[in-house]
């Protein structure tokens, strides 16, 4: 069975930053990508960012390009979300998102549906 444990998440000042981690395990367990995705009370889950775990390219939605940066560290099967210059607007529940299959559109890294394995949310609050 596949987990997901997210951490780092918390209640920040605007301008701020956090770091998110998810640690992916399971035995037979095989990334070919993660991602981040956050909802807001009353709104749509959205994508935030994605990262292909065998040659690291990064996928980021518009709206947190240039603040949010996702990384990963093989060796540990962990991915990660800088989040830097936090706005009100970035508070959430961020999840983190697995697939072990094979994506051949980019659009793929982007909806959530591709994603087969869940982490349970971490709460990122940013006051103003």
């Known amino acids: 069975q596949v987990q997901l444990v997210e951490s780092g998440g918390g209640l920040v000042q605007a301008g701020g930053s956090l770091r998110l981690s998810c640690a992916a395990s399971?035995?037979?367990?095989?990334?070919?990508?993660m991602g981040w995705f956050r909802q807001a009370p009353g709104k749509e889950r959205e994508f935030v960012a994605a990262?292909?775990?065998?040659?690291?390219?990064?996928y980021v939605a518009d709206s947190v390009k240039g603040r949010f940066t996702i990384s990963r560290d093989v060796a540990k099967n962990t991915v990660y979300l800088e989040m830097n210059n936090l706005k009100p607007e970035d508070t959430a529940v961020y999840y983190c998102?697995?697939?072990?299959?094979?994506?051949?559109?980019?659009?793929?890294?982007?909806?959530?549906?591709?994603?087969?394995?869940w982490g349970q949310g971490t709460q990122v609050t940013v006051s103003s």
């Open positions: 998102a697995a697939t072990s299959q094979t994506l051949y559109r980019v659009s793929a890294y982007y909806t959530a549906r591709t994603y087969h394995y």
């Open positions: 399971g035995r037979t367990f095989r990334s070919y990508a």
């Open positions: 990262i292909n775990w065998s040659f690291g390219r990064t």
